[in-house]
């Protein structure tokens, strides 16, 4: 893209269409066809830094190189949509653009396929030490002996995280006669019939499965979720597979269990550092490697920009926007009046998310008080996008996240009621599992903030954010001491702290807030306290 070419294709397409399109990364034509081709745009190609007035501007499409930044959004006033080609929207100001009014939509399922593929590349490679075998005959060598591998039929394939891109790959290896084991908090015993896939704990994947192929997304849950702890549960001679985030398997990890020969071998493609800084890690003859490329297929690259080419063409002309990032287009006025309560839900979704981490049938959100004279679909929409997101491996927002409940097997619905015990709004999300249910209720105070002020019906008055440890126990004298005393042994200071109970000498919870994220040593020598019956951490 240059200048040159922007006055040329200025010259042709002309400036009186109804829609200027900015497109600032390379991206496939043929994808782009829906805008090229569509007499209502005037579309250009060229880097931001190429074009002399950005203000003209309808709509930007993106790919990971365009920084779209406070400062360019101010320079794009008329900007209504900002579209990324791919999955990933870090290289987007998310509130930014949400102050500035901006849309921003990404194409979650364009390198969906590819990715999948991908992955089986990686494990047939890895299994058949095809790349090694290929290096060695291209030196000139013969020796076949050296590249004895191994067949798929009958391995237990362990697959953590069972989204789109996991469920792929549960078909494929159907075809290849693989036991399938999967971990996900979220698949249901349905679904998980119905796919052919058996559910199982983290810790029975990681022990019976012979190879482990992870598809989380990297959030503080899973982010090492494969490192030194658990890889020495896992069956040796594992093959390990990463092809989803860089450092949802710890790299040092890693090194160590290949070094002493645990793990046989490993297929990564991306890394905690991009380009891969790791260079021991790369010399072990059983790793190999590919530079971050799963989702770069022709055919990926087209749906992407297809993808974002057409919602792009939807929007302009009034339709909703189907994978929208960010809040759906609003009025200032019921912006300002919906988002406390948007923010409210989305962290009590993310709380119910973290602490009910059975599979989930349905959720039920209660609204009382002045809530009730708002959009409460909003606020709706944003507490299962916030349940989802922690779990699943793609972006989830408010458009969306219906969508992928139901792939889940989740329904969700909304009631408007009058009793509000006293608070002047109240928000009450109650989520079924197969076995238990769990409930908190929220409220948002103009002068506090949002609250949280009951759990599971004990009275409670806390702020949903930070580091949290949520505890059930025993009403009995001590036990808050010895809480106490176990948090100061392991450096761990308490910030704040909120005590219910029911009735006196009955079940409690407390919920402790912290100053850093407690680890699961931390989390076990808890549960091992007399009259402590649970204990995890949140993380808001």
Not at 144 to 154: N, P, T, V
Not at 307 to 321: H, K, M, N
């Amino acid at each position: 893209m240059n200048k040159q070419a922007v006055i040329e294709k200025e010259e042709i397409t002309g400036k009186a269409a109804k829609y200027q399109i900015l497109v600032s990364d390379a991206m496939s034509q043929e994808g782009l066809l829906p805008l090229l081709e569509n007499t209502d745009v005037h579309c250009v190609e060229a880097y931001v830094d190429e074009v002399d007035d950005l203000s003209q501007f309808d709509a930007l499409l993106v790919r990971s190189a365009t920084k779209v930044t406070e400062e360019l959004l101010q320079k794009m006033p008329n900007l209504k949509i900002v579209a990324r080609a791919g999955v990933g929207v870090d290289n987007i100001d998310l509130d930014a653009a949400t102050k500035h009014g901006v849309v921003v939509v990404n194409a979650p399922d364009g390198n969906t396929i590819s990715t999948a593929e991908h992955t089986f590349a990686m494990i047939i490679s890895l299994l058949r030490k095809i790349p090694q075998a290929n290096a060695s005959i291209k030196s000139g060598e013969w020796n076949r002996k050296a590249f004895q591998g191994s067949e798929l039929r009958g391995k237990t394939l362990g697959i953590v995280g069972f989204g789109r891109i996991g469920t792929q790959i549960a078909k494929r290896a159907r075809a290849f006669e693989m036991p399938l084991l999967v971990f996900d908090p979220f698949l249901t015993k349905a679904r998980a019939e119905k796919i052919g896939v058996i559910p199982a704990t983290l810790d029975d994947v990681l022990a019976q499965s012979d190879i482990i192929t992870v598809h989380t997304p990297l959030t503080k849950e899973t982010k090492g979720i494969l490192g030194m702890e658990n890889i020495a549960k896992t069956k040796k001679g594992v093959f390990l597979i990463n092809c989803a985030r860089g450092g949802i398997i710890d790299e040092q990890a890693l090194k160590h269990y290949l070094a002493n020969g645990h793990i046989a071998g490993a297929a990564l493609d991306v890394f905690e550092e991009e380009p891969a800084q790791d260079k021991e890690l790369l010399k072990f003859d059983n790793v190999i490697a590919t530079p971050h490329i799963a989702a770069s297929t022709k055919e990926a690259q087209l749906n992407v920009a297809s993808q974002v080419s057409e919602e792009v063409i939807r929007f302009l002309e009034g339709e909703p926007a189907t994978n929208s990032i960010n809040l759906p287009t609003l009025s200032k006025e019921i912006y300002d009046k919906i988002q406390p309560f948007y923010d409210l839900t989305k962290r009590m979704g993310n709380l119910l998310s973290q602490v009910m981490k059975t599979p989930v049938q349905e959720i039920e959100v209660f609204y009382g008080g002045k809530i009730n004279d708002l959009e409460t679909s909003i606020t709706t929409r944003s507490l299962i996008a916030g349940f989802l997101q922690p779990r699943v491996d793609a972006a989830v927002n408010d458009v969306n996240a219906a969508l992928i409940a139901k792939e889940r097997g989740i329904t969700y619905g909304e009631k408007h009621v009058e009793n509000t015990f006293g608070y002047s709004n109240l928000i009450h999300a109650v989520v079924h599992g197969e076995d238990r249910k769990f409930e908190i209720k929220g409220t948002y105070i103009k002068e506090y903030g949002a609250r949280i002020v009951s759990i599971n019906g004990f009275n409670v008055d806390f702020i949903p954010q930070g580091h949290l440890l949520y505890v059930q126990h025993n009403d009995k004298p001590g036990v808050i001491g010895r809480m106490g005393q176990l948090l100061a042994e392991h450096d761990v200071n308490i910030a704040t702290m909120q005590v219910g109970r029911k009735q006196e000498g009955g079940e409690a919870i407390m919920m402790i807030g912290v100053d850093k994220t407690v680890d699961e040593n931390v989390l076990e020598a808890i549960r091992k306290i007399d009259d402590i019956h649970f204990a995890d951490k949140i993380e808001g």
